[in-house]
Structures are given as structure tokens and as C-alpha cells.
């Protein structure tokens, strides 16, 4: 089995990535989907986020109300870290599970969108950084999301660097261009992982792309 660590930042087109790696083959654990599912109506991690944050962000159906949530901890890191600290095991555990019954062999990409930011990387064999510059991530979330420029920017700015990301890269995808572009860089990563897989398991690659 080959771990690889997918991350990049907000903008950077990563779902575009996972997407075609789970189409090449990969096993995809996404963090964000094993983020909902954790604190889903019912389980006992929902109780814990009620618990620590009160009953101001439940719906009015007793599911998590996330943006009532986001206003209570973003840009408060005492609150946002109580909140990882209920939330992040369970989903570490949850992608623990699925890896454990991925087949022999496989190539587990772990879609992990703050993977540097909570000091991941070692966990796997290959750090896989999906990489576009700034003045591009600002115009996708204008474009795409509705942000204003401002909002962008606040976004961006709450994530690691862009240099950060790239100093624990082992392989870089471009996304700065087209889709075709972005097909072929997937190609050519797809080639480079199953070669990992095939040689070397459980290892890196030796130089960054």
C-alpha cells in the first residue's frame, strides 16, 4: 500500500485532483466528507460539539448548523482548537477503517485539506501538493464561490503559505492552467505514484516535482 497526503490550498483546484486520481484507481479518504460524517445528527461527536459550543449550533432539525458554528470559531483559535480536538480524532480514526480495508497494494490518497497546517505530512509516504499562485486561488473564489476580493484574500490568509505547502511537497501539481493541462500533469503523477508503489512501498519519492 502506498499512503499519499494530498493538500493544497483553498482554490487551488485539489477536488479537481482527487477527482481524477479516484478515476485513475486511487482509493480517495476525503477528510472533509469523514468531517461531516463524524458530527452527523445522532453521533457522539455532534454531542460533544453541542456540549462545548451550546445549542446555538444545532438547526432548527437538530443537525450541525455550520455557518452558526464558523461564526463562533473562525478567527477565535482557542474555539476553533477545541472544536479540531473533537473533531480531528474521530476523523484520523474513520480513515484509519477505511484505509485498513482498502485492498493490497492500493494507492490511498488522504484528501486532507490542512494537512501542513496540523503537521501531517510525515504520516505519509508521499506529500502530494496541488499548487496555484495566489492572484489565481483569489479569482476562482470570486468567480466560482462569490467571495468578494476581500473575503478571498481573509481565506487565503487563515491557511499555511503557499511556500509552507511546497516545502513539504513530494510531488507538485500544477493547476495554474487548463483542465487539459491538468489531465496531463494527472497522468504523469498517476505514472509516478504506481512506480512508488510497484519499487519502492512505503517510501517517497527521492526528488520533488
Do not use: C, Y
Amino acid at each position: 500500500m502506498l499512503r499519499v497526503g494530498l493538500t493544497g490550498g483553498i482554490g487551488s483546484g485539489k477536488s479537481a485532483v482527487s477527482s481524477r486520481l479516484a478515476a485513475r484507481g486511487a482509493v480517495l479518504i476525503d477528510s472533509d466528507v469523514l468531517a461531516r460524517e463524524v458530527v452527523a445528527k445522532g453521533t457522539g461527536g455532534l454531542d460533544e460539539v453541542v456540549a462545548a459550543f451550546g445549542d446555538g449550533v444545532l438547526t432548527a432539525e437538530g443537525e450541525l448548523d455550520r455557518p452558526a458554528l464558523g461564526r463562533i470559531v473562525f478567527g477565535d483559535e482557542p474555539a476553533r482548537r477545541r472544536l479540531e480536538a473533537i473533531i480531528h480524532p474521530r476523523v484520523r480514526a474513520r480513515a484509519a477503517e477505511i484505509e485498513a480495508e482498502s485492498p493490497a497494494g492500493a494507492i490511498v490518497v488522504h484528501d486532507i485539506p490542512l494537512l501542513v497546517e496540523t503537521g501531517q505530512a510525515d504520516r505519509f509516504d508521499v506529500v502530494l501538493v496541488v499548487d496555484a499562485p495566489v492572484d489565481v486561488q483569489l479569482e476562482r473564489l470570486k468567480s466560482q464561490r462569490g467571495m468578494t476580493e476581500a473575503e478571498a484574500k481573509q481565506r487565503i490568509a487563515s491557511q499555511a503559505s503557499r511556500e509552507d505547502r511546497l516545502a513539504v511537497a513530494d510531488l507538485v501539481v500544477d493547476n495554474s492552467g487548463t483542465l487539459a493541462d491538468l489531465d496531463q500533469r494527472i497522468d504523469q503523477v498517476w505514472a509516478a505514484l504506481q512506480d512508488h508503489a510497484a519499487h519502492d512501498p512505503g517510501h517517497g519519492p527521492d526528488t520533488k516535482r
